[in-house]
């Protein structure tokens, strides 16, 4: 099962992904990690990001793609992926594609959560507050204002990415707003049904 998640910061994909890692036993992919484990494994392609990234470069999508491509050929990627995250621009999802048809590998969803993003502002700081109510660290990226950062970004170069997916006919819009046990069954039934397509 080849996953990718979509859908803007706040709305829930960590905790969707980490549901269906626990249920179907695929990764759950993030780029950022991949990149990190690539530099400090030193791979080729690790060696290529850390020159970019020491010379305070933003690593090129040939890069990431590289990355990606080398690491959904590790033993725990090869029943499948969850992608969260990535892609991030339609050059990257376009590349995303070339790179899996080289390797005679197609997606088998592309799942968005759409939420109300007026209300994810809330949504995170109440998250952070939980947080911290439970003595557990906030996440850096649950301030407010590096939140409304990161959906600025999102809905600048990467809310473009849903529709190049939907054109293609592998976009499933999931409601966002439901419960997180509603959320989860919505996944649920749209895999079933990529399953059987």
Known sequence: MRLIFLGPPGAGKG?????????????????????????????PVGQKAKAVMDA?????????????????????????????GFPRTL????????????????????????VDQSKLVDRIVRRAEEARAAGQPVRKDDDPEVFKTRLEAYNR??????????????LTAIDGMQPIDSVSQAITDALSVAAQG
């Open 157 to 170: 170069d990467t809310a473009v990415v849903a529709p190049y997916y939907e054109k293609r006919g592998q």
């Open 91 to 114: 050059a990257q999802a376009e590349a995303l594609d070339r790179m899996l048809d080289g390797k005679g590998l197609k997606l088998d969803a592309v799942l968005e959560l759409r």
């Open 15 to 43: 905790t969707q992904a980490a549901r269906i890692v626990a249920k179907h036993g695929i990764p759950q992919l993030s780029t950022g990690d991949m990149l990190r484990a690539a530099v400090a494994n030193g791979t």
């Open 56 to 84: 305070g470069g933003l690593v090129s999508d040939e890069i990431v793609i590289g990355i990606v491509a080398d690491r959904i050929e590790e033993a725990d990627a090869r029943k499948g992926f969850i992608l969260d």
